[in-house]
């Protein structure tokens, strides 16, 4: 991850809308489209930097052709590790 300068900090309460808004739109939107159905409005560059947060925590990824899905389901992890064909990368 890059380091850059950043103008305006997150709060928790818009980490967590930004959050809410990615698991309903599942998959649906590009970056550009998802800011603009957030429920309440933010700067685009705040946005960015959630989504680097998000994309950096491993809770989204983003599909080829650039819609952005939520990946992050802890409750499932316990059928995750069970299964021997899986390895965990720990770093």
């Not at 409005?41 to 939520?70: A, P």
Request: charged share 35%.
């Amino acid at each position: 991850m890059e380091i850059k300068q950043i103008l305006r900090y997150p709060r928790l309460d818009t980490v967590l809308m930004v959050e809410k808004a990615i698991k309903d739109f599942d998959g649906e939107f590009k970056k550009r489209a998802l800011w603009e159905n957030l429920p309440k409005k933010m700067m685009y560059q705040t946005f960015c930097v959630v989504i680097d947060y998000l994309l950096y925590s491993r809770k989204i990824s983003v599909d080829s052709e650039g819609k952005i899905g939520w990946i992050f389901y802890p409750e499932n992890k316990n059928e995750h590790i069970k299964n021997k064909k899986l390895f965990w990368n720990l770093r």
